[in-house]
Every structure is written in C-alpha cells, then in structure tokens.
C-alpha cells in the first residue's frame, strides 16, 4: 500500500516525457512538409521530388499524430482515476474532438491533407503540448518555474482560437463537400436518423459554444494558478 502513491507520479512523468519528445521531435516534419517550393529555376524532376518528400513527410506526420492521439487517452484516465486535477467530461471533450477531426476527417480525405488548415492546426497542438508537458512531468518531481508556469497559463489564450477557428472549424467546413459526395461512414450513419454529413453540420454548429466553455475553464484556471503561484514567491 505504501508503494502506490509513489507509483501514479512516476508513471506521469514517464507519460509526459515521452508526449513531450516525440511532438517535439514533429515540429521540424510540419515545417518542411508545407514549405512551398517557388524557386523559378527548378526545373521538372525537382519539382516532383519535393512533392514526393512532403508527401512522405506529411504522411509520417499524420501516422505520428494519430499514435499520439490515439496514446493521449491516458489523460483522460488520468483525470477519472484523479490523480491530475483536470475535470473528466473537459478532457474527454478535448480528446474527443481531436480524434475526430485526425482519424474521421483529416485521415479519409486525401483533398483537404494538403490545406494551411492542417498545418495552422498541428503547430497549434504542437507548441501547446511542448509548453504543457514539461510542465506537468516537472510538477510530478515536485519542480516549479516560474516561467514555465506562466507561459503554460498564458499561450493558450492564442493558440487555442488558432487551432480551433483557421484550423479545426475551417478544415472540416472545406471537408464538408467530399464527405457529401462520399457519404462517409453510411454503413453506421444508416442506421441513425442523421448522415454523417449533417452529424459534421451539427459539430461545427455545437463547436463555439463547447470551445467556449473549454476557453473560459482555461482562464479561470489561469487566475488560479497563477495567483497561486504570485503568493508562494511572496512567501
């Protein structure tokens, strides 16, 4: 029984470490699969090597993506099983509309992978999670910084209407056309009332209001936080 506490931290900073490095180690894949080439004395062979590299890139990208996506679901056990204070259903959402939005949109429609929107949305998640992990797997340490603790509070308050409005929300809008041309998914929507096509109108519509409410738990979290950790410095 006396071992068990010690246990949850360590498996988290393992956790966080591990998310930390590879989303890091992604970041240079997302540039330089959507650096545009545009040298005028390129000449034909060039050109289709470099479509052929980012092709390869963006797919190393998407695969890796998914696998972190897909591991990211220990958050939310985490957040069930208490031992991080973040609230469940908010975890959940977040996971939830992440997952959806790589592995039943981004991963089925060839036509909208190359879009700004897929990289204004990875180097959204990316330079948020790359600011959160560290800090979680130093707080599983007992480890505080300052700066770290501010800019975990503060970067969302960009980053997170990025990657939801030019990127998420606009990706599955300019996906919407293939998804009705297609009738993705009409082998489980057939047995609903509604088409995959309208469950997607539905999102976008729902999208806003539930990021909101996301956004707005984020900033009171931030006052917390933050005046928290103003009172320890006093002190």
Known sequence: MGARPRQGPQQLLLHQICQWSLRLCRRPHLLAAHIPFSSPESVRRTIITHVCCCWVLFSLCVLLEGFLQTISFVEVVHAAAGLVPSGVMLALMQWGGRTHFLLAILRQIPEV?????????????????????????????????????????????????????????????????????????????????????????????????????????????????LGKHQTKKKV
């Open 113 to 225: 992978q190359g879009l700004p929107s897929v990289f204004i949305t990875f180097m959204s998640w990316s330079m948020t999670e790359v600011i959160r992990y560290p800090h979680y797997a130093l707080s599983c340490i007992g480890i505080s910084l300052s700066w770290l603790t501010y800019l975990r509070y503060t970067a969302f308050i960009i980053l997170y209407p990025i990657g939801i409005a030019p990127g998420e929300m606009w990706l599955m809008y300019q996906a919407l056309p293939f998804i009705k041309e297609r009738n993705l998914y009409a082998d489980f929507f057939g047995r609903l009332s509604i088409s995959y096509y309208h469950f997607v109108l539905a999102v976008l519509i729902c999208y806003p209001v539930l990021w909101l409410k996301l956004y707005l738990h984020l900033f009171r979290q931030r006052g917390s936080k």
